[in-house]
């Protein structure tokens, strides 16, 4: 049976927002949180659940996951005194926490709406911990302050049994995995996105990680375009893999910056020729 | 066969590869062939869906110009859910090898609806496998090229419309500030063009406007001009604004709000470039708004 999450409206999203927005000087923010479960039942059927194929998941579970996915971000926070490092740790921690976390294993972990409920109510001090007020970071949907951590986790994650399962987590820098899970066409294909991901990882040893920006960008329309005629989920796994590979290879040749220095091992930092 | 974009290559039609309707049925109840909404499923109901495909070996060859005895096909089907014009997840559900001795495949596919949301999307695709020699140069020449394809869309928890449009109670939402009396509001993020439009924007109309509501029910023609010319209208302009535009829109995902305007871009300023239109929003908006209503008249929101 499915645990059924509670489910966040748009619209109450933004009453939720508006209310936590007027104390957007810092002050007597922490009251704003108090009067959030007050903000969503002003306005009717609010919180919604599924009708039925399942039970409500209990305030346990739900108090569980704030709990540790707290612990996470303090935990974050005093390893790493750096504000951008930190909030990365956490990101990949808490992706990795999400990921197997049981109660999120059914297609309620789809619904735009169960993760507009966690971000803006179960979750609300953690989302302005971690993006202040972004709005869309409210919201359900691939840029969700944790929604996008479990879209992550799904497609990168290399299997429970695999050696260094989340070494593709770990690598990826956020415009790599912003360029794989916010593209519908390949974010939704777990075979193809995390391809690409195995191929941008062996990209970024050859060239660098500082490096792979322009070429990630350039080589993703290319295989987007590529996908379009040729269904590359569909092809043996090496195939796919030895076509990604050599994408990003011909991107990086065609973008005329990068070579390989002279000495140059496999994990070598590239060379610039750019004037 | 329901390709979106003209094939480089030779590709199969419907003469080539017959199809029966999905046959769709839920607990165990009739099936329903080529059904538009599963009524009554929830995450607990079995859903069972079957089809038989059959390709004609001769006539694809043909079509193809590959010979018969080096003509080697696969069937695959996805299955896909999730909210969004492409669904949020695609999965793999099944592949068969097709030669011409094995011309015909009968599917048939239970699914855990433990892991379907909000719609089931069935994707079925004809490839080329291997590749083999052809007698044309407009052969198709790759492993896993698309040769046909259709698609069935079946909303799971009701009738969902294509644009995401919501009535609610302005009074009750918009309480004390001056949308309150609006007859609509769109509800956009204009940060991020290239996210899917059923995720990024929702047309919230008043339902305490009950003359407004009975025309948008009857689908009152100058109402939803009107109303779709202020959609179309903040999406153009903006999107006249993005930074490096030509690469953006050569970005832009099927179904994304940036295609969405660009497509509506074309339709109310053919042959006129970005810039021309950018200045024209900027210097003569009274002609951009006409044009755009103009165009609306056209448009669609469902």
């Given amino acids: 049976m499915v645990e059924l999450f509670p489910r966040l409206s748009k619209m109450a999203v933004e009453r939720v927002f508006e209310h936590i927005s007027q104390f957007s000087d810092g002050s007597q923010i922490q009251d704003a949180f108090k009067n959030i479960p007050e903000v969503t039942r002003t306005l009717p059927d609010a919180i919604k659940y599924a009708a039925t194929g399942g039970w409500r998941t209990s305030q346990e579970t739900l108090n569980t996951l704030r709990q540790d996915l707290i612990k996470l971000a303090k935990s974050a926070a005093s390893d790493h005194p750096n504000r951008q490092l930190a909030r990365s740790h956490f990101d990949t921690e808490a992706a990795k926490y999400l990921a197997d976390f049981n109660a999120l294993q059914s297609a309620e972990a789809l619904r735009d709406d169960v993760w507009a409920c966690l971000a803006a109510s179960t979750l609300v001090e953690l989302t302005v911990w971690r993006f202040w007020l972004a709005k869309d970071r409210f919201h359900g949907g691939v840029r969700n302050a944790f929604q996008r951590l ?15 399962r989340w070494e593709l987590l770990e690598a990826l820098t956020e415009d790599a995995m912003v360029q794989i899970i916010e593209r519908p066409s390949i974010g939704s294909d777990k075979i193809l996105a995390s391809a690409i991901a195995e191929a941008w990882l062996k990209a970024s040893k050859r060239y660098g990680r500082a490096k792979m920006e322009p070429i990630m960008r350039k080589a993703i329309i290319g295989i987007r375009l590529r996908n379009q005629v040729v269904a590359l989920s569909c092809l043996p796994a090496d195939e796919l893999q030895a076509f990604l590979d050599n994408e990003f290879v011909v991107t990086a040749e065609k973008l005329g910056q990068f070579q390989v220095s002279q000495q140059s091992t496999a994990s070598a930092d590239l060379v610039d020729t750019a004037d | 066969m329901s390709f979106s974009n003209a094939m480089p290559f030779l590709v199969l039609d419907d003469n080539a590869v017959s199809v029966t309707p999905w046959l769709v049925s839920i607990g165990g109840q009739d099936d329903v062939p080529d059904p538009r909404m599963l009524k009554g499923w929830d995450y607990a109901a079995s859903v069972k869906v079957a089809r038989r495909m059959e390709v004609d ?69 004809v490839l080329l496998e291997g590749v083999p020699d052809a007698r044309s140069s407009f052969s198709p020449k790759l492993q896993g090229s698309k040769l046909w394809e259709d698609l069935q869309d079946v909303a799971l928890e009701g009738d969902a419309p294509r644009f995401p449009i919501e009535a609610i109670s302005f009074r009750q939402c918009f309480a004390g500030s001056i949308q309150e009396s609006a007859l609509w509001h769109l509800q956009w993020m204009t940060a991020d063009m290239h996210r899917d439009i059923s995720g990024s924007l929702r047309l919230y109309v008043n339902c305490d406007r009950e003359d407004f509501i009975e025309r948008i029910t009857a689908l009152d023609p100058l109402t939803m001009q009107t109303m779709l010319a202020d959609v179309m209208g903040q999406l153009v302009s903006r999107l006249l604004y993005l930074p490096d ?43 951009f708004n006409a044009a755009i209503l103009a165009a609306a008249e056209v448009g669609s929101l469902s």
């Fill in chain 1, 150 to 164: 479990w879209l992550r986790s799904r497609v990168l994650d290399r299997g429970f049994d695999a050696e260094n």
């Fill in chain 2, 245 to 287: 535009l030509k690469e953006q829109i050569k970005g832009a995902e099927r179904g994304s709000v940036a295609r969405q305007a660009q497509q509506w871009f074309e339709l109310a300023f053919p042959d006129q470039s970005h810039s021309q239109v950018l200045s024209l929003y900027e210097h003569k908006p009274g002609e």
């Fill in chain 2, 57 to 125: 070996f001769r006539l694809a060859s043909e079509q193809l110009a590959i010979p018969v005895e080096l003509l080697r096909l696969s069937i695959v089907v996805m299955e896909g859910t999730g909210s969004g014009t492409i669904p949020r997840v695609l999965r793999h559900i099944l592949k068969r090898q097709l030669d011409r001795e094995n011309q015909v495949v009968d599917i048939s596919l239970n699914l855990a609806s433990d892991s379907l949301s909000q719609r089931l999307a069935l994707k079925t695709l």
